[in-house]
């Protein structure tokens, strides 16, 4: 049969009055959704300004890239991620094609045309329109019968509501009458074309074999099309009330604002503070609009929660439940009145819990950012002078002595001893600025690092100073604790000494020193180039000014800092690091950018758990079962928790930094 005579009649089989009925019904249903969906837009908009939004053309790159590719799905799940898009894209599909069906028929109606003439529904069009509605309909009924299937399992990490049963119900059957009605209309037309849809025509096939005649299907046709007209409206009308709304939530989140770096944090002055009188979040309108956005995306998928650290230590934290608790204050489902959120509907406990790891964030699909929250509740406590305990007592030590040891400056160059470090006053031509930080200068543990990486950068012919007794601690935990004022203090001051001195280039063995400088001293106008040891010295070894021995290897396992490779994306150079030092790596399950957080994050350093109740449990289980003699860190809280966590298991393995690995290889060549 010629392509150029396929088409087929649209509303065949319906007579004017049912149309006329239906029309209206859409146009009911359609002012329905609008008039469940403006106030939860509204609410949006009552949201504080943030950052600015994308411009038209990132919103519309946004949308192709990260929306329609469904491409952020990709990190966890990857069955879920299959089903989803299979359910999304088919879904899309179907109702595109609706769409096109209702343009094709007011075509045809303003032409004058006859309901058998169509204006565009033919042809090659027509041929390649059907079997499309075909596949999209087929994944539909794979997607949602998937996630029903998975649903009834009653996995724990995943929210549940009612409604969502009735969904995935109606999706089902919009799939499965869908196909129905079309089968019934191929008999009912007696269509020679009813190749074309492919399912619908086994479908056709299969009624015929059953005794389906013309004359009943033209009956059973009608009842079947009303029936799936009227779940398709009955589910446009209910998208504001069910978990559908996360896709009109989501394509706002994904496609209207910026993509913020994992480990920034929205800054906070003291100018804000007294014009507006609030310092962090403690009420729904101290929330940002992309903040109110983001409570109704979540979808309550659980993905946050199986990531989180500390909820697999058993602390009183999920991300997912952190996000719930606020988005049913934000639906007006919460407590009555108007509690605090802030040690209110989320308590204390579960706020001081997060090691601010970024696991959370990094794993949603739809870009939700329970982290930003839990740092801005931690603000309002630290406002409302709700720490104590050793939280408080930290960060009083980091205003008073600049530590969160609490120890003098003048003890902060006591780890040079019997080495040679120049100081910027000594050596005021250096090329690159080490930060040593406040775990190499104070912890005797982490001295080590510090030790061995001033003798490469020496072996190396770097020509480098310190900052010595006038360096501070960056903030980095005062910060992400919620004491901002605290960290613009020490951040002036580093700014400040780091200006004094013309320094642009600065090396650290610490990731959070290293994400601190980079992404939070912009906040307090200091600008650097900065590199981690690992890419640092990995420079040095392909430039041969670092000459190792390879051949005595050692079977070490690697740990990734959070901060380093989470955050950072730093995964490479710590391998190449060893890989030059002959070493022979044995990967742990969990590594690169998922890696495990060590419980160290946060401000969780300096709070007293006791073994059982240490965050970081896990990655010590997994480091234990690896049987490694030597584990290799990149970060001091990552040495002093792994440390402290394999010494309380009583398993005798040593916990050294890739500098000393490195600086061992270059002694044995000696």
Known sequence: MPTETLTREIFGNIGTVPKTIFYALAIITGLIAIKTAWPRIRRWRSGQAGESRHSAGQTVRAILARVLSQSTLDKTRPAASRAHRCLFGGFAVLTLGTVLIAVEHVAALLAGREADQPVFHKGLYYAIYEPVMDLAGLAVLFGAGWFLVRRRRGDASIGHRNSDWMVLFALLFLGGSGFLVEGLRIIEADSPGRWVSFVGAAVAGALESAGVTREAAVIVHQLTWWLHAVVALGLLAAVPSTRLWHAIAGGVLLSRHPERPLGTMTAVTIEDVEATGVFGISQMEHLAVRQLVSLDACV?????????????????????????????????????????????????????????????????????????????MRRHLIGAGAVRGPAAAALQKLG??????????????????????????????????????????????????????????????????VLGERERCTGESARRMGEEFVFAELAAHNVKELGRHDVTSIVTHCPHCLNSLKHDYPDAGGHYEVIHHSEFLSTLVDEGRLQVDRSSAEKVTFHDPCYLARVN?????????LAAAGAELDELPRHGCRTACCGGGGGRMWLDDGPEDRVGRDRVNEITAAGAETVVVSCPFCRTMIGDGLATEGHSANVVDLAEVLFESLEETG
């Open 400 to 465: 008073r002595s600049g530590n969160p040891w609490g120890l003098p400056p003048e003890q902060r160059m006591d780890w040079t001893e019997g080495l040679e470090v120049p100081t910027v006053d000594d050596q005021p031509d250096f090329e690159v600025l080490y930060w040593v930080g406040c775990a190499a200068a104070y912890d005797r543990q982490s001295r080590r690092t510090a030790r061995a990486m001033v003798r490469l950068l020496q072996v190396a012919g770097v020509r480098f100073a």
């Open 569 to 577: 994306g730093i995964v490479d150079a710590p391998r190449d690091v």
């Open 300 to 376: 309550s998928c659980g993905r946050c929660q199986d990531e989180c650290p500390a909820h697999a230590a058993g602390k009183p934290l999920s991300p997912r439940q952190v996000v719930q608790d606020l988005a049913g204050q934000l639906r007006g489902t919460g407590s009555d009145g108007t509690p605090a959120l802030a040690g209110g509907v989320v308590s204390e406990d579960t706020l001081w819990s997060c090691t601010t790891c970024s696991a959370c964030v990094e794993v949603c699909p739809l870009g939700v950012d329970p982290l930003e929250l839990i740092t801005g």
